[in-house]
Nanobody, 120 residues
Framework: QVQLVESGGGLVQPGGSLTLSCAASGFTFSNYAMNWYRQGAGKTRELVAAITRAGNSTIYADSVKGRFTISRDNAKNTLYLQMNNLKPEDTAVYYC?????????????WGQGTQVTVSS
């Protein structure tokens, strides 16, 4: 089946770092741009970062620019999000997303999410 699976979340102190991974399977990963979204408690889901198919261009939300880095390894079918200098406001469930759609995936493809908690 077509699937995205996030990993790497956890509890970290302010100023710390985490790297999230998203493993893709069941589709041609290199044919799709990829996105990281996050959703904090009681908040709407927001785009954190995006990367083109070949990984040659990226965009970031202003709130994470300079602290987060999105990357991908097409040979490994894996998307990454390196998060540095984490802040409490980064606390959220982080989701990877691909603009893949089929009859069973009408709203694009989402992973299950991984929790990131930044707290002292």
């Amino acid at each position: 089946q077509v699937q995205l699976v996030e990993s790497g979340g956890g509890l970290v102190q302010p100023g710390g770092s985490l790297t999230l991974s998203c493993a893709a399977s069941g589709f041609t990963f290199s044919n799709y741009a990829m996105n990281w979204y996050r959703q904090g408690a009681g908040k709407t889901r927001e785009l954190v970062a995006a990367i083109t198919r070949a990984g040659n261009s990226t965009i970031y939300a202003d709130s994470v620019k300079g602290r987060f880095t999105i990357s991908r390894d097409n040979a490994k079918n894996t998307l990454y999000l390196q998060m540095n200098n984490l802040k409490p406001e980064d606390t959220a469930v982080y989701y990877c997303n691909a603009p893949y759609r089929d009859s069973t995936t009408p709203r694009s493809l989402w992973g299950q999410g991984t929790q990131v908690t930044v707290s002292s």
